[in-house]
């Protein structure tokens, strides 16, 4: 029985002084420290680079300004056909307003809007053209419009006379040997008609502009640039 009484004392005195080693828990509103308030910022709308970098005002370019440009391939008219493309470059700056618009060697697009070769006797050669696009180094390509460059094929009248005449001076002079006044006269009709018939078997000057060949056309339309 002492024992018992000896060993519920000791037990006893063991949890008292375990509750005594133990502080207080202390909790109140001060000893909390208040979350940091995270103020969302917002951020500022991302402006467009368009906006920001301002735009450089437009030109147009006006009606009747020429163009002068130098030819990057041939074109002629016994071997370009109806449609046919071709480039060339400007061999002088376009400027307006004392500003430079489009650059010297700025290249240019055609096309050949009419072809047509020389004919015997009649129907000398012609050769029509235009500008549609101008080709910037940086950029797209601008849609134009000209005037049609039209040439037309010189006339070969006076060769032609030539020929005749030169047919009937040989008839002349063969006829002459041959048979005397009247003989001249014969020689003369059958050289004239040798001379028509070499005429005849003879087409006309053809129109050919090389590379580098120089053409001016006119804007039928404003470009705005």
Do not use: W
Request: charged share 20%.
């Amino acid at each position: 029985m002492r024992r018992t009484l000896y060993t519920i004392g000791i037990a006893a005195l063991v949890s008292g002084m375990a509750g005594c080693s133990k502080e207080p828990s202390t909790t109140s509103a001060d000893s909390v420290q208040p979350a940091a308030t995270v103020e969302a910022v917002q951020p500022k709308s991302a402006r467009p680079v368009a906006d920001e970098i301002k735009a450089e005002p437009k030109v147009t370019v006006p009606v009747g300004t020429q163009l002068r440009v130098a030819l990057l391939e041939s074109v002629s008219s016994d071997k370009s056909q109806i449609g046919d493309q071709f480039t060339a470059t400007l061999t002088e700056p376009i400027i307006v307003g004392g500003k430079t618009i489009l650059a010297k060697g700025t290249k240019v697009r055609g096309r050949v809007v009419d072809a047509e070769e020389a004919g015997r006797v009649k129907g000398r050669a012609s050769l029509e053209l235009t500008l549609t696009q101008i080709v910037p180094e940086n950029g797209k390509s601008i849609s134009i419009s000209t005037k049609h460059y039209t040439a037309v094929a010189e006339t070969t009248k006076k060769r032609d006379a030539a020929v005749i005449g030169g047919g009937a001076g040989i008839g002349a002079a063969i006829g002459a040997i041959a048979g005397g006044g009247k003989g001249a006269a014969i020689g003369a009709a059958l050289g004239g008609g040798a001379g028509t018939g070499t005429v005849l078997a003879t087409k006309g000057k053809e129109i050919r502009y090389s590379a580098e060949h120089p053409l001016s056309f006119t804007l039928a339309s404003p470009i705005v640039i």
